[in-house]
């Protein structure tokens, strides 16, 4: 007998029958405006390179970066994630982090090497593509959450980011200019390596000390805002020497968990222990 809505057995519906909270359409579209917002960042780098302009385009690879970590947390937070989504961010992603920094690198400092400076800006825009290709491919794998295979590219982009932001004034001599292929090839081979990069989705912000995270952001944010040049250098390059320094300290512990078994085979057998109490 089928039950009418006004029933006062209405009641007795299982807890999975309630209405579902409903985000207006708006909230949807929220990630997408912010990766549409990375996507501009990088297109202003580029205009801003091509003007010699390396002041004001350095930066807005900063911002992209931080338009692209709001992008995703944002889409988790409301539940809005999408294949479009993925794909959107994607194809922004490229256009930040692969073809703004190459073209900001070339302008700044690969233009006096000839096509050797095509080449490697070429090779960093490639290996942006791969990564993300990879990354996306790798999603869902059940690898560990807490770390990229190859270093991410808006860390990449970082550092020749950082680097023209420290130095502003452009290399226009040929030997002067030949230092800005490693700030280039380096993380562009990191990127499409296999060397693990902490990551930073899985950083918990209600931890049991909030006040210390806190202190800390906050302190990265005055370091930042004092001394923008220095600071933003440290941190890129910090972050790409830190994959190295943890694969140093991994083989460290290896190396010392090889000499526990030998360790414990020294220790007396239990016979011979038994033996000196009697």
């Not at 869902?140 to 270093?151: E, I």
């Not at 390596?193 to 952001?217: A, C, E, G, M």
Request: charged share 15%; glycine share 8%; with cysteine.
């Amino acid at each position: 007998m089928a039950q009418r809505p006004d029933s006062p057995l209405r009641f007795l519906r299982r807890a999975n029958d309630r209405r579902r909270p409903r985000f207006r359409r708006g909230v949807y579209l929220l990630p997408s405006l912010f990766t549409m917002g990375n996507m501009f960042c990088g297109y202003i780098c580029i205009v801003y390179a091509l003007r010699g302009d390396f002041e004001s385009a350095a930066p807005f690879i900063g911002y992209a970066i931080v338009l692209d970590i709001l992008d995703g947390r944002i889409a988790r937070m409301t539940g809005s994630a999408s294949a479009f989504g993925v794909e959107f961010d994607s194809l922004a992603d490229v256009i930040s982090f692969g073809v703004a920094p190459a073209i900001l690198a070339y302008a700044w400092g690969l233009a006096p090497l000839g096509r050797l400076g095509l080449a490697a800006g070429f090779l960093f825009v490639s290996a942006a593509a791969m990564r993300l290709a990879r990354f996306n491919i790798q999603t869902g794998t059940g690898l560990d959450k807490r770390y990229f295979v190859g270093m991410p590219s808006p860390a990449a982009a970082a550092v020749p980011a950082a680097t023209v932001f420290a130095y502003p004034w452009g290399l226009f001599d040929y030997r002067a200019a030949l230092p800005a292929l490693f700030v280039v090839l380096i993380p562009a081979a990191l990127m499409v390596s296999t060397i693990r990069f902490r990551s930073f989705k899985t950083f918990d912000l209600q931890s049991r000390r909030p006040y210390t995270v806190l202190i800390f952001i906050a302190a990265g944010i005055v370091a930042v805002w004092s001394h923008p040049r220095g600071v933003l250098v440290v941190m890129a390059y910090t972050y790409l020497l830190s994959a190295f320094i943890g694969m140093a300290i991994a083989r460290i512990r290896h190396r010392g968990g090889r000499g526990v078994p030998a360790t414990d085979a020294a220790v007396e057998p239990p016979a011979s222990r038994d033996s000196a109490a009697r």
